[in-house]
């Protein structure tokens, strides 16, 4: 058991909260993905939000004005990967999360399989116009 230094106190890493992360991945289209991350913001909950590729700048003024609401911009050759690796990260520092999935067929059914096989712990969504 690993033992993690506090100011003030020691605390196992078992005893952890498990805090809940909203990610929100958008490989193909943004509309869903940016309703569901402002709703969430108007509840006062932090999401993260993986955009494939750099859109223009007036469109990134537009989607990155709310508080709460980080979007990460991923270049399209690595986007698959990041995502893959960020998912992971948290669920290695004990995270659940809740995964709104606008995407390729193909990319929700991997993240659909790897649920399955690997991953109990993440609730897994299609986001649809």
């Not at 940016?34 to 750099?54: F, T, Y």
């Not at 698959?80 to 659940?96: A, D, Q």
């Not at 999935?101 to 059914?109: A, L």
Request: a positive charge; charged letters at 25%; hydrophobic letters at 45%.
């Amino acid at each position: 058991m690993s033992v993690v230094f506090l100011p003030g106190l020691l605390r196992s890493r078992k005893d952890w909260p498990m805090s809940k992360r909203y990610i929100l991945v958008c490989e193909t289209g943004w509309r869903m993905t940016r309703e569901l991350s402002i709703s969430l913001s108007s509840e006062s909950m932090s999401s993260v939000v993986l955009i494939k590729g750099a859109p223009d700048k007036h469109v990134r003024r537009m989607i990155t004005c709310y508080k709460k609401v980080r979007n990460v911009f991923i270049p399209p050759r690595l986007f698959s990967s990041y995502v893959y690796v960020y998912v992971f990260l948290n669920l290695i520092l004990r995270r659940k999360i809740f995964l709104a999935i606008e995407s390729k067929d193909r990319t929700f059914f991997r993240f659909e399989n790897l649920k399955k096989m690997l991953f109990p712990g993440i609730e897994l969504t299609r986001a649809r116009a």
